[in-house]
């Protein structure tokens, strides 16, 4: 029987810095003009440290000091920029998802999401890539009020047959996986380190190197 792979989506399939980046640099420039923060370079490699993290977690990170009503506003800045810019079909996925998403279908592999994102920021990535040519369903951590993923893996994988790989580029991936009992394999041109990704049952350097993986491990009916 062939695994159910639940793949992360930013960072994994998604190329997210391309909209994420100049849409936290708005935002940050909003919080200084309105004189909330001290407005300072802000170095790429920071703002992709928070990909993978719920809103929540970003802004503790970055603005713990913000006043929560502010965080909301600056949350909700971001996530509708990011929104319109999907809408606006600037988003764009890694050079080799979409032929590896392809090619798993077509091999019989069962595929979700799971995603630490909203549920409008699923919408439009569903709606935008028409991601139902491949996946069964796109799971969102606002749906679940915002619960850590080893949290809502355990609610979700009661309704796909075992065995399950998890395939994502932060640590959050690799906690996932191992909550479930799951295979991981860790993305490396994601925005996660090599370190944070150690104990992944498998590491790949590109979406492509997929499909081989997954035989070597096993998996292959």
Known sequence: MKPTLIFDYDGTIHDTLHIYEPVMRDTYHWLAQEGYVEEKPLAQARIA?????????????????LAEEIREQAAKRNGDGMVARVRDHEARWYASA????????????????????????????????????????????????????????????????????????????????????????????????????????????DIGELPNVLKKLNFKS
């Open 49 to 65: 440290g928070w990909l993978g993290l719920n809103a929540k977690e970003m802004w503790e990170d970055f603005q713990p000091q």
């Open 98 to 205: 979409k032929s590896t998403l392809d090619l798993l279908k077509q091999n019989g592999y069962p595929m979700i999401v799971l995603s630490n994102c909203k549920i409008a920021y699923r919408e439009a990535h569903w709606e935008e890539f028409r991601m139902e040519r491949w996946f069964d369903r796109f799971y969102d951590c606002e749906s679940y009020g915002f619960a850590p993923k080893t949290q809502i893996i355990k609610e979700i994988l009661p309704q796909y047959d075992a065995p399950y790989v998890v395939i994502g580029d932060r640590e959050k991936d690799l906690a996932c996986a191992r909550a479930a009992d799951a295979a991981f394999i860790g993305c490396l041109y994601g925005y996660g380190s090599r370190e944070e990704l150690s104990g992944a049952d498998a590491l790949i350097k």
